[in-house]
């Protein structure tokens, strides 16, 4: 049973009077920035360029690129000379970022930070510590997660000042990008990480959705004629650390096409890291067949040497092979380094049929029994097949559009799974033509088993360049100029409950779920539940429980859940928070209303208030180690 209450809803609209609009793809592999120039835009004539970014490629040498690799490497003090890392106007250097940064630490990977964006959403670490590059011995220097997103950043703001004196980086409208799947800790900390590298007019936007832009930008006001009314687009983006999923919906509202989110998948720790982790084992093994033994180091080496070649080999369809060669150890190894190559039939087999197999649209993510024991990492997805995430996504989402006005009856009777009508792809990893083939192979064949027609793809742009092409259009339509994908939160958000009852042996008191903000809620909205008081623990530390849920959409504001099914809400992480005692003993318990507040940048507030008082104490979503929480309420 559920209890609805009475809410209080206000809005603020966005405005601003920047000359550009800027959009950085802040991703695992690459980052890059797009620029829409509003004052030579009209309508849907929208005037984009992509910064060609200067950086290190060699000692002393600076190249200007449309991409920066998202690469940091921490040179030993007597290997580079201040000269050789330096870039003008950017003081003194004691990192490298970029270019030189990922083909130097291919050859001393113990000093290379890499997968930044992926450790910044691990729940397990404490992200604001320094324990990137994760395998490093004692002596070499380390830097948090949160520093290297941070001086990412940096680099791209100090690129646009370089190019642009006459329009301050600090003067225009930011858009950064994240994976859909981020949760209000991981969208924290980037937000926190852009603050720290100088950015004041900043806004968060799902890379999805992005790409989503970046079709419509490009296809210069055809889109509405590549999609109709009740159209479901899927959006698959395999990027270097993620594999994000998204459904679209295309709806008519006063005769003009509008877009409109359904949902979105869950957070998968899957893409290209693990495609450069699979070639180079199979590589290894091909070496060890030849009486060529690897160590972890070079195998870990032999990964950043699979990666550029794979990202060759995909980019140019001419190539066959491309030579790898693999770092010395020292003399144990003949001849020192080791030279093979890896080939495009290698790199298509092993990706293809390792990650996009062909399964049933029944399939789901194969799980195993973990080990009690384990080394700190990442928490990569268990299973590969990329293929079997995409159907456990479409299965869950079968009955979604059922809950969207103008939506119903769109999905045959007794689908199993929700039938997309068109596909959008986006990622670096889905250049090659083969894997895009295979993925439209797998779906259009569940989409033939259930006698629905075949999905058709949006033709998009540069998928190294769409994301931060769409997140610079984003931040020109949000002006009003333009068509808006109506999105909001990507899930609905709870907060536990605790009953008060009497004790009962080997019973903890049951936990409700009260709904603090619903599927879709808008940026720069809040809600205050006035109706219903809670008590708080003042005083003394307490946990607050989290939870979010992709497929209930019909929870409002204030409902209160006193069961849910397995799979309707997934509990997120724990926060740990001490509310100020003043006027008040330790453990008293105070009364207060609750206020969520979507963010102009997208991030979840919470904020209690004492009943009868007129502070604030807002709730920190912790950003820290389940083991080190020690976020407080503050005033």
Known sequence: MSDTMSIDVTTSPATSQARYSIGIDLGTTHCALSYVDRQASDGEKVVQHVLNIPQLTAPASVEDKPLLPSFLYLP?????????????????????????????????????????KSWLCHPGVDRRSALLPADAPPEVQRVSPLEATTRYLSHLRWAWNNAHPDAPFDAQDITVTIPASFDPAARELTAEACKAAGFTHLTLLEEPQAALYSWIQASGGDWRKQVKHRDVILVVDVGGGTTDLSLIAVLEREGNLELQRVAVGEHILLGGDNMDLALAYGLARKLAAEGKQLDAWQTRALSHGCRAAKEQLLADETLQSVPVVVPSRGSKLIGGSIRTELTRTEVLQMLVEGFFPKVASSDKPQTRARAALTQLGLPYAQDAGITRHLAAFLSRQASAVEQIEGLQGTQMSGATFLHPTAVLFNGGVLKSTQIEQRILEVLNGWLDAESSEPARVLDGANLDLAVARGAAYYGHVRQGRGVRIRGGTAQSYYVGIESNMPAIPGMEPPISALCLAPFGMEEGTEVALDAQEFGLVVGEPVRLRFFGSSVRRSDAVGTLLDFWGPD???????????????????????????????????????NAVPVGGSERWKIEFDVRAETAADTDLAA
């Open 76 to 116: 030993h003090e007597s290997e580079l000379t201040p000269a050789d890392i330096a870039l003008p106007g950017m003081g003194v250097q004691n990192s490298v970022v970029g270019e030189f940064a990922r083909t130097r630490g291919a050859n001393t990977p113990i000093r290379l930070v890499s997968s930044a």
């Open 568 to 606: 309707e809400l997934v509990e997120l992480q724990e926060i740990e928070a001490n509310l100020p005692a003043e006027g008040h003993n330790a453990g008293d318990v105070v009364p207060v209303t609750l206020h969520a507040r979507v963010t102009d940048i997208g991030t979840l507030e919470l």
